[in-house]
């Protein structure tokens, strides 16, 4: 039997109706949103938002999450009398934690209620509920979107071969999402207002996707990976 891997994208080319995706015959690598309508084996975010909407969420799976990594208690000698800890979103149990994620000002975003950008500082308390998390997934190169680092924790764990599955952006430039409106899928820096027009909409990284691409299959010439 061949040791084989699905990673899914959230493109249009991934049909919505997910009832196919419990028949895939390997592991299933998720991207972002698609954990409020199934749950892959791994569910991968390195958007700082998304990880929110998960870590606030009731989702359990397994998750890996990009960049940021745990934090010894010992760290919180350094930053817990500075104005941005002091400042900061708590999120999980202190008393039960023996690690935590700190944002270090990394989490500017734009507020998609006031229009303007805020930047807000963040702790997670990494308590027993988080342990389905694993933080610190280091993408291989630069301006790797999430489905890319997907794939990539997917090569590192050696599968015969490997179905990508739902990167429209990557293959025919479409980077509409079947997500789009929603939560987290409305936001684009390219516009004057910010504002997210799906016809129109290019990822700021999307030049580099396909070299990317081309350049983490080849660190692995032993996987046959196909573009669906």
């Not at 940021?68 to 800890?85: F, K, Q």
């Not at 790797?144 to 997907?150: D, P, R």
């Not at 700021?204 to 080849?218: E, F, P, Q, T």
């Amino acid at each position: 039997m061949i040791d084989k891997a699905f990673i899914l994208g959230n493109g249009p080319s991934r049909s919505t109706d997910i009832q196919w995706l419990n028949n895939l015959k390997g592991d299933t690598y998720g991207c972002n949103a698609i954990y409020r309508d199934f749950e892959p084996d791994f569910l991968v975010a390195s958007d700082w938002e998304m990880m929110l909407e998960i870590i606030n969420s009731t989702y359990s799976g397994n998750c890996h999450f990009t960049f940021y990594a745990e934090c010894p208690m010992e760290v919180l000698e350094g930053i817990r009398h500075t104005p941005e800890y002091r400042s900061a979103i708590h999120i999980g149990k202190r008393d039960e934690a023996t690690t935590f994620i700190y944002s270090g000002g990394t989490s500017m975003r734009f507020n998609e209620s006031t229009r303007l950008w805020k930047e807000d500082w963040y702790v997670v308390w990494l308590d027993e509920s988080f342990r389905h998390i694993t933080w610190g997934l280091t993408p291989k190169f630069e301006h790797m979107s999430t489905g890319l680092c997907a794939l990539q924790l997917s090569l590192e764990s050696g599968y015969d071969e490997i179905d990508v599955i739902g990167f429209s952006g990557l293959k025919d430039r479409n980077y509409k999402n079947v997500y789009e409106g929603t939560k987290n899928y409305t936001f684009d820096p390219a516009t004057p207002d910010k504002d997210r027009v799906p016809e129109t909409y290019v990822p700021l990284d999307a030049g580099h996707w396909d070299g990317v691409y081309r350049n983490l299959v080849k660190q692995y010439p032993k996987t046959k990976v196909n573009l669906i």
